[in-house]
């Protein structure tokens, strides 16, 4: 049998910042990194770019070959994993072959969920989550005149712009009443949505796509008011779930991801998981949450990586808090924390002109940040989400910090990192 | 191995917020006399410090690992962290990465900006005027202190790896000499720094006082010089035994009619030259001679007092803490410390593990102090009257205590339950001291 001291499934953000932190700390213990992708690794997050054209497949490696023969990290791509043998230390993979491990991270990510719309199933749809479905989804979009978006998240944002910039009609089709819920509130998201608008992208906020009908060149989408929707291309971006299909009969503890404690530990013993895969606690609950964003996944990597190597300077796990750093159309929103709240003890302080398309809203409670929003400000996400980390006390700054958030957190980072 | 790189340091205290920095770098960078291209940000306002904000060329940059596009990367050979124009996309998550404000986008050219280091001549640097921005490598601060005369013999017989001849060594040739040295029993005489046959192991004036008498005999001779008019340093190497126990008296006395001195602790927490007894200083737990480990016994039973902090609370000129882990900290506070002897008494607290007498590898010395500092066990910080106590390293996420202790010979024998009570014992001095740090005004 194969064997390897860490082996670690996946070879995106949570694997890659994993490896590094035991390499750290071992520099001799065999590194493993298994990957479905055939491709050297690369961020689902760069993938609208692809699409776009601003980068290219080619472009977007996270790693040089030089980087794993220098660190010593084997990898096995173009293999999936499809069974865990905890009882034996194992891990089985599509091929049938095994390997041993000593120590196990599963950071196998997530995948698109694809609702159970009548007809899509007929369709060739488009979704966007690896390298080869961008190729796909830019060579369909060279060929195409309509086309349709399910799902005004970022997916289905990124994937409306990259069309309609390339000649192609859009219509973004939304169940909810606004664009990107959970990181912007209902005026925020007017902006953002206003702005597609403007650009004669068709916003269908608040509709379902009831059903879908296959045609000679492409399909038509039947929406729950009747209208009707001709697309030659169908972009699904309706969410994602995590990878784990593999856990089947292996005992692991699983609720919408891989349950893991502030080490990013499972219930079995030797098994880590980390990144979108993981459900690890929430910042602003006792609920353990599925984050599935880029900075988390390699927050949690690192950690999953400290503690297979046993690294003493290991911190736990601060929680979960939702961020997002959103660029459309030329224009920047940044999202730190919530976005809302229904908390009357809160203090919500809100800034906006819709004239200049700007917003700015800061919510505080007990004299600690609890989430910043904006559209064209001006701000240190870094920085925001450590005052909401470390529960940074502002009461005797609040004025300050309410009317110039950069200038007063970048003093306070300052004064306590010296 | 890691390489030392060149770096952009700020020194605080010596800022006046003057803005030439931002100034030059908007001129280098952009062109322009917008300060909003300057990469480097300095936050000045009434009656505070100036903070910064501006890359750190961090060693282990999340920026780095926020992006998606491959387009930021640590140089190996200038330590710099390379933006590259043509692989951004533009999403910010670099932005989210970076705790310090080192990389923002920039409206004005649609796009993140960072520190370059200007290709190794940062233009900042240049145009300081008051030398708070020094463009150094920590290696040359040690080459800069080693230009200056040791004003030890050679041949002092020290024990392999001490960190006391270290200290005493770098401590001499940043005050000069013009100074008179008084070194009570303990491991500094002991090595041979007041001499052999008659020969003294230092090149400057050195006595050997009692361990009772140091302070005194120091505000003596000071009185005798300022009457013949002639200004000179009176510093005091002591171990902590003639510090805290035995010389405590005199010197607390001399520091309550704040006589101009320099009193310097060298804290091995305890005797360790006659044979490794117990101090007020030796940490509860410790394997001693006088506090051993077997059937009745499991090391020193009570906890060690805080020097440091008793002697701020006699509000003196200056006191302050400091770890040889951490030179830079120290040599900005022995400057400080010395300038306030001329006005009054100062006194600084430094760590001194002991390979021999606690029991860990002689090579380990350094790592030991760091791992002090690290887990909390010692802080950083420093005092005067009108700022109050000021941490000069953040105390914030520190390591277990157990990731100390475990590299050290005399705790080998803890159990869980003395491990968490020195576990207390950290983070009960920390949150004591915090509270100081919100008193401008002592006494
Ligand atoms: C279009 C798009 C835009 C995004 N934009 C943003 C954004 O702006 N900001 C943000 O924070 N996040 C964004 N994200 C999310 C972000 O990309 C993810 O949070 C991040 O990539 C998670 O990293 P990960 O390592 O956990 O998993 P992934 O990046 O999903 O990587 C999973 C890895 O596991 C491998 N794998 C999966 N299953 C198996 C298996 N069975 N066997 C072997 N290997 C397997 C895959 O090949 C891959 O290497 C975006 C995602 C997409 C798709």
Redesign the pocket.
């Known amino acids: 049998m194969n064997a390897s001291k860490y082996l670690i499934?996946?070879?995106?953000?949570?694997?890659l910042e994993a490896a590094r932190a035991i390499r750290m700390q071992d520099d001799a213990g065999s590194i493993t990194l298994?990957?479905?992708?055939t491709h050297a690794?690369y961020?689902?997050?760069v993938?609208?770019y692809v699409v776009s054209g601003r980068s290219s497949a080619d472009r977007v490696s996270l790693r040089t070959p030089d980087y794993f023969q220098a660190e010593a990290i084997n990898r096995v791509t173009g293999?999936?994993?499809t069974r865990l043998l905890p009882a034996e230390q194992a891990v089985e993979l599509e091929d049938g072959q095994r390997w041993h491990y000593e120590k196990l991270l599963l950071?196998?990510?997530?995948t698109p969920v694809i609702p159970p719309v009548p007809g899509l199933d007929r369709i060739d749809y488009r979704v966007?989550?690896?390298l080869d479905d961008a190729i796909a989804l830019r060579d369909a979009a060279g060929k195409a005149a309509n086309a349709v978006v399910l799902g005004a998240g970022?997916?289905g944002m990124?994937g409306a712009e990259n069309l309609a910039e390339a000649g192609i009609a859009v219509s973004v089709v939304e169940m909810q009443s606004q664009v990107l819920p959970g990181y912007f509130d209902a005026q925020a998201a007017e902006l953002i949505r206003a702005a597609f608008d403007r650009q004669g992208v068709t916003m269908k906020m608040g509709r379902r796509a009831q059903r879908v009908e296959p045609q000679a060149d492409g399909c038509r989408v039947h929406l729950d008011n009747g209208e009707v929707l001709n697309a030659d291309l169908l972009l699904v971006g309706t969410g994602v779930r995590p990878?784990t299909d593999?856990c089947q009969g292996s005992g692991l503890d699983l609720d919408q991801g891989i349950l893991v404690d502030d080490h990013m530990a499972t219930n079995l013993p030797n098994i880590w998981a980390?990144?979108?895969?993981a459900q690890a606690r929430d910042f602003y609950s006792d609920a353990k949450v599925v984050t599935?964003?880029?900075?988390d996944?390699v927050e949690q990597?690192r950690i999953a990586g400290m503690a297979m190597v046993e690294d003493p300077a290991l911190q736990p796990y601060r929680g979960g808090v939702p961020?997002?750093?959103?660029t459309f159309y030329g224009q920047q929103a940044i999202s730190v924390g919530i976005s809302d709240t229904a908390d009357t003890a809160a203090q919500v302080a809100v800034d906006f002109d819709a004239e200049r398309g700007y917003f700015q809203k800061i919510i505080l409670k007990d004299g600690r940040l609890q989430g910043i929003s904006a559209i064209n400000a001006a701000l240190d996400p870094g920085i925001l989400w450590q005052l909401i980390l470390r529960r940074t006390d502002l009461s005797e700054v609040k004025a300050e910090f309410l009317a110039q958030p950069l200038e007063t957190g970048r003093r306070l980072m300052s004064d306590t990192w010296r | 191995m890691g390489t030392a790189y060149n770096s952009i340091t700020f020194n605080q205290a010596k800022c006046d917020g003057c803005g030439d920095c931002m100034r030059a770098c908007a001129q280098a960078k952009a062109g322009s006399e917008d300060l909003i291209h300057a990469r480097i940000q300095i936050l000045a306002r009434e009656d505070a410090p100036v903070e910064l904000a501006m890359c750190r060329q961090c060693g282990d940059p999340k920026c780095v690992s926020n992006c998606?596009a491959g387009a930021l990367n640590k140089n190996p050979e200038s330590g710099v962290i390379d933006w590259d124009a043509n692989k951004c996309v533009n999403?910010l998550?670099c932005t989210v990465g970076c705790a310090y404000g080192g990389i923002t986008f920039d409206a004005a050219v649609g796009h993140v900006s960072k520190c370059d280091g200007c290709d190794g001549d940062p233009a900042c640097v240049k145009v300081c005027p008051t030398g708070a921005l020094e463009y150094s490598t920590a290696g040359s601060l040690y080459r800069r202190i080693s230009e200056r005369e040791d004003l030890f013999v050679p041949g002092l017989s020290a024990c392999q790896g001490c960190n006391s001849e270290l200290l005493i060594r770098h401590t001499l040739r940043n005050v000069g000499s013009n100074v008179v040295v008084a070194t009570p029993p303990g491991c500094i005489p002991g090595m041979g720094t007041v001499g052999y046959n008659g020969r003294t192991g230092t090149k400057v004036p050195v006595f050997h006082p009692l361990l009772t008498n140091t302070a005194s005999m120091l505000a003596g001779l000071k009185k005798q010089y300022n009457r013949l008019g002639r200004d000179v340093t009176m510093l005091a190497l002591a171990g902590d035994g003639g510090v805290g126990d035995v010389g405590f008296q005199s010197l607390s006395g001399a520091a309550e009619r704040n006589e101009q001195q320099l009193f310097l602790c060298v804290d091995n927490e305890g005797y360790m030259n006659t044979g490794m007894q117990s101090s007020g200083s030796t940490p509860a737990g410790s394997w001693t001679s006088t506090t051993p480990v077997g059937e009745a016994m499991q090391g020193k039973r009570t906890d060690a007092k805080n020097m440091a902090k008793i002697m701020m609370m006699h509000n003196c000129e200056y006191v302050a803490t400091a770890s040889l882990a951490f030179m830079d900290d120290y040599y900005e506070k022995l400057d400080k410390a010395l300038e306030a002897s001329r006005r009054g008494f100062a006194y600084l607290h430094v760590y001194a593990p002991c390979p021999t007498g606690w029991r860990f590898p002689a090579s380990d010395t350094i790592e030991v102090c760091r791992k002090q500092v690290e887990t909390n066990f010692v802080t950083l910080w420093d005092f005067t009257p009108e700022q109050g106590l000021r941490f000069t390293r953040s105390v914030e996420r520190p390591a277990p205590i157990s990731v100390y202790l475990k590299q050290i010979g005399k705790y080998k024998h803890l159990d869980q339950a003395q491990v968490d009570h020195l576990q207390r014992r950290v983070e009960d001095q920390v949150r004591s001291l915090q509270a100081f740090t919100h008193m401008s005004a002592a006494g």
């Open positions: 499934v996946g070879s995106s953000h949570a694997a298994i990957s479905r992708d690794p961020s689902p997050t993938l609208p293999q999936a994993l950071a196998t990510g997530a966007l989550r690896t970022l997916v990124h990878v593999y980390a990144g979108d895969v599935g964003i880029l900075p996944a990597g961020i997002n750093t959103y | 998606p999403c998550l």
